[in-house]
């Protein structure tokens, strides 16, 4: 269908938006923020970036988009000037992985090679799909469920989410520090992109966030404790998680059951089912077309 | 003893009826707009420590025992509120990370509460640093920040409480709050979002405090939501309880699971409609339907439903 094609590529270019270009303004200034325990938070970037400083080094979670690159470094080496050891990615998405090169050439690994760059195989995969300069490839890699390891006087937590925003999606847990990284399976400034190029889809996206709600526990009154550093936007905790989840539900069941009635997908774009959060998370990167068609695909196909 | 009107010469008591009207919450909206922009003292005009308990007088049904299922009146809600309240299902409460979520800073305030106001001072200068709020309904502790601080940045996290910055004008304390987690307006489902601001006026006359809200919500209202509660102060301690809160699976059901009802499908959607023989289309009509001038239209419905 003509509008489908049409929308599809303007899902490829709303990602790539996304992935890829950024404000200017944006990408002048990174600014550091304590998360909790030994985890930092680096807004300004791309994407958002985690920092993990302890005695035994630097971890970072994600590196931003290639322009903030050498920001990032710059407020890195402001929090601490041990060693970068590891960097983590949570997904292949260029916004969260163009910085990989600057960061890994600045560390170096207890046996003299550039810090060691973590992620899922498939991000690997994608990377190379993409031709991405081989300097910039997560060469630790892993295909379990769930990898763990300990730095920094903590142990670190990373789960594969299956088929969720990508084919390569991982959550970051500290869990001494108690905070949560999710890349962009959990952002507070859009609805989800399902990218399902990269192997994305909504239902292991809504898997993904209930993964997220296993490993949050909230402190008194349902707010803090645990706290989640988003993709995009800013510091959450599980109440947050939670109304994401709701959404990205509701949107969901009510996209199948307009499919089981038999709607076309201008039909179904017509009905508005996320006119509940389209004021709130709707923006021209990703609209909510894209999103409505995103989430009817991945049920239909 | 009775809590009946303020004292005569009580400050603020000279000129102005103690009930608040609408001319006079307008007056506070704009008011309060114009305080943010002015220079502020952070020398106390008026004494707002104590202990204070709210009045019911106004809006008791909503207040204390709780709305009627589809009350939408009265809140200037826009299409995706409304869409978000008719998906809503209050079954909800039962999934484990909402068992335990309580009422938002402006929501609070309109329920059954008792709360405990003192102030901060810096030893050195007897300015005032805070103030300081204990909210009994939930235990929930707040702080207004008197000393210029700035709010926290964009990416900072959000509570339920928010941050909140004062000022005095006058004898008005006037508050500004942004940080203030997702939650509702009303019980039956109203939504707020996160990107709610409120300006709060504190006005103290005798032992009545007056509380005006102005709340700014671009996600789910179409214009600013004006609300004003009364209360009055505690001669004795209050009798907040405690809230011990534990959440616990509670029915069977996938903890996944989140109750909302599809479009359309929502069978309790009418029940204040029905109940008070007031056209839906009135109900659910947002800013529109909360003037006088809407009442012609109220008639020309009522009057059709008859035929």
């Not at chain 1, 509701?250 to 179904?268: P, T």
């Amino acid at each position: 269908m003509r509008r489908s094609r049409l929308i599809a590529a303007g899902i490829a270019a709303g990602i790539a938006a996304s992935i890829v270009a950024l404000p200017a303004a944006a990408q002048s200034r990174i600014e550091s923020y304590h998360v909790k325990g030994n985890v930092w938070l680096l807004a300004g970037a791309a994407s958002n970036v985690a920092v993990q400083i302890g005695d035994d080094g630097v971890l970072v979670v994600d590196t931003g988009g290639r322009e903030s690159q050498a920001a990032v470094l710059e407020a890195v080496r402001e929090l601490s000037d041990k060693p970068i050891r590891w960097i983590i990615n949570t997904h292949a998405h260029a916004d969260h992985t163009s910085g990989n090169e600057t960061l890994s050439q600045a560390g170096i690994t207890v046996n003299g090679n550039p810090a060691a760059i973590v992620a899922h195989e498939n991000v690997l995969g994608r990377m190379a799909q993409e031709e991405r300069p081989v300097s910039e490839w997560p060469l630790n890699t892993f295909f379990e469920s769930q990898r763990d390891f300990y730095f920094n006087g903590e142990a670190i937590f990373l789960y594969h989410i299956p088929s969720a925003h990508t084919d390569g999606d991982i959550l970051v847990y500290f869990r001494g520090s108690d905070v949560l990284v999710t890349g962009d399976l959990f952002v507070t400034t859009h609805f989800p992109v399902v990218d399902l190029d990269a192997g994305g889809g909504i239902d292991g996206f809504i898997a993904g966030l209930n993964k997220a709600l296993e490993i949050t526990v909230p402190a008194f009154l349902q707010e803090g404790g645990t706290y989640v550093i988003p993709g995009h936007g800013r510091i959450g905790d599980e109440a947050d998680v939670v109304s994401y989840r709701d959404m990205a539900l509701f949107v969901r069941d009510r996209v199948r059951h307009m499919i089981e009635a038999g709607m076309s997908l201008d039909e179904v774009l017509a009905a508005k089912p996320s006119l509940d959060y389209d004021p709130r998370y709707a923006n021209d990167e990703w609209t909510t077309e894209m999103f409505v068609e995103s989430v009817y695909r991945s049920l239909r196909d | 003893m009775t809590f009946g009107l303020p004292a005569t010469g009580a400050p603020g008591a000279a000129g102005v009826t103690w009930l608040g009207s609408l001319a006079l919450l307008s007056s506070l909206a704009l008011l309060g707009s114009l305080a943010l922009l002015l220079p502020g003292s952070a020398l106390a005009q008026l004494n707002l420590s104590g202990e204070w308990t709210g009045r019911y007088h106004e809006d008791t049904d909503d207040r204390v025992p709780g709305d009627v299922q589809g009350d939408f009146t009265g809140v200037p809600l826009n299409d995706a509120a409304r869409r978000y309240a008719e998906a809503f299902d209050v079954t909800r409460v039962a999934v484990l990370e909402h068992q335990c979520q309580p009422y938002n800073m402006p929501h609070i305030y309109r329920g059954p509460l008792q709360f405990r106001m003192w102030e901060e001072k810096d030893p050195a200068n007897q300015d005032i640093i805070a103030y300081r709020q204990y909210i009994g309904t939930y235990m929930q502790s707040r702080t207004i920040w008197m000393d210029g601080r700035p709010h926290p940045p964009g990416h900072a996290p959000h509570t339920h409480m928010g941050f909140s910055t004062g000022r005095w004008n006058g004898d008005i304390l006037t508050v500004y709050t942004t940080h203030i987690k997702k939650e509702f307006y009303r019980r039956s489902g109203i939504p707020s979002s996160d990107l709610t601001t409120v300006v709060e006026h504190y006005i103290r006359r005798g032992n009545l405090l007056s509380h005006v809200m102005i709340i700014t919500d671009p996600v789910y209202l179409s214009e600013p939501y004006v609300l004003s509660q009364e209360f009055v102060l505690m001669e004795r301690g209050n009798t907040n309880w405690l809230y011990n809160c534990e959440y616990v699976m509670e029915v069977p059901m996938d903890k996944n699971d989140v109750p909302h009802y599809l479009p359309g499908a929502n069978p309790f959607i009418t029940d204040f409609s029905e109940k008070f023989g007031l056209p839906f289309e009135a109900v659910i009509g947002g800013a529109e339907a909360m003037y006088p001038e809407y009442m012609p239209r109220i008639e020309a419905l009522i009057n059709e439903q008859a035929r």
